[in-house]
């Protein structure tokens, strides 16, 4: 009688077990089905199983987990591509368009030079000829300048993203950096009638940092501050840390301002620029790990820098 007692036991048992296996098998393939699907539509929907056993559980959740960081990175990546997409685009036209200019003035060089030999004993008309281009170079000369800044911008890109932070550090006081990036844009400045108000703390501010690189970050919102200052400037630098480059910009509104940072974006009122000026200090202070961001609010610019502490 205890045999028999015993072989049912064993016998339910294995009955539970199989049935444990079989729910096992089952949520085992509700994930790989859920999974496969996931991988292959673009949805925010995660792996969602009707198993309760705990370790099934903890293995969707752990899936789930990698969905989450797949699907971040999936959107980094063809964020870049649209990126990159539209700034082949504007490469391609922003180099485009100078050329062009460069080549049809050369050609009316060209027409220029050829007619002064054919007229050149009329009176005056070497003068002339003369005059018109001298214009034509100063036109070719000013493309010529863009060109340059445009490749220059570029070049100086590419070697910031390659890399992969900024090793020489140092002790900085950054309101001396600041002081000396200010007063190397005085003339800038004051062909912009823009007299800036400046307000650095007495206590010295020091924060371990690239000083070329901050110096390029102050050079490149000083240079933003020129091309759409109203005629004002305001300059601040905290004992915290923070530093605030404030003035009017009536020309912008909120779309443009919140699109200021995005890699070759140029508001169309800003003439030579190149649209990577901003990008180029958000990545530097990013590298740093500081912050930088930009605020719009009652026609004021606000382009705000958080020091690292």
């Given at each position: 009688m205890w045999l028999w007692i015993l072989v049912g036991i064993m016998a339910v048992v294995i009955i539970l077990l199989l049935l444990k296996i079989y729910a096992l098998q089952s949520a085992a393939q509700e994930m790989e089905?859920?999974?496969?699907d996931r991988l292959s539509t673009n949805t925010n929907t995660l792996i969602d199983i009707s198993?309760?056993?705990r370790y099934m559980c903890r293995l969707a959740n752990s899936l789930n987990l990698q969905l989450r960081k797949l699907r971040e990175e999936r959107h980094?990546?063809?964020q870049g591509n649209r990126e990159l997409q539209n700034a082949i685009t504007n490469i391609s036209h922003d180099l485009r368009t100078p050329l062009t200019a460069?080549?049809?003035y050369l050609d009316l060089l060209e027409v220029?030079?050829?007619t002064g030999r054919e007229e050149e004993e009329e009176a005056g008309r070497a003068e002339g000829n003369s005059s018109k281009a001298e214009q034509y170079l100063s036109i070719i000369r000013n493309r010529a300048e863009l060109l340059t800044q445009l490749t220059d911008e570029l070049f100086q890109y590419s070697m910031i993203l390659s890399a992969e932070n900024n090793k020489s550090v140092e002790p900085v006081n950054v309101g001396a950096v600041l002081e000396e990036s200010i007063a190397s844009f005085y003339t800038a400045l004051k062909e912009r009638n823009i007299e800036p108000v400046v307000q650095?703390?007495?206590?010295?501010?020091?924060?371990?940092?690239n000083r070329s690189a901050l110096l390029r970050v102050f050079s490149n919102l000083l240079n933003n501050a020129i091309k759409y200052s109203d005629g004002d400037l305001e300059i601040t630098l905290s004992a915290a840390g923070t530093i605030i480059f404030?003035?009017?910009?009536?020309?912008l509104n909120q779309v443009q301002v919140g699109k200021l940072f995005d890699r070759f974006y140029t508001v169309e009122a800003a003439r030579k620029s190149t649209g990577l000026g901003l990008s180029i200090a958000r990545t530097l202070m990013e590298q740093m790990e500081g912050t930088i961001a930009a605020r719009y609010e009652n026609n004021r610019l606000y382009m705000i820098i958080g020091l690292p502490k």
């Open positions: 089905s859920a999974f496969a198993s309760t056993d980094r990546f063809e460069i080549c049809s220029e030079e050829r650095i703390p007495e206590e010295r501010v020091v924060r371990t940092l404030a003035n009017t910009a009536s020309g």
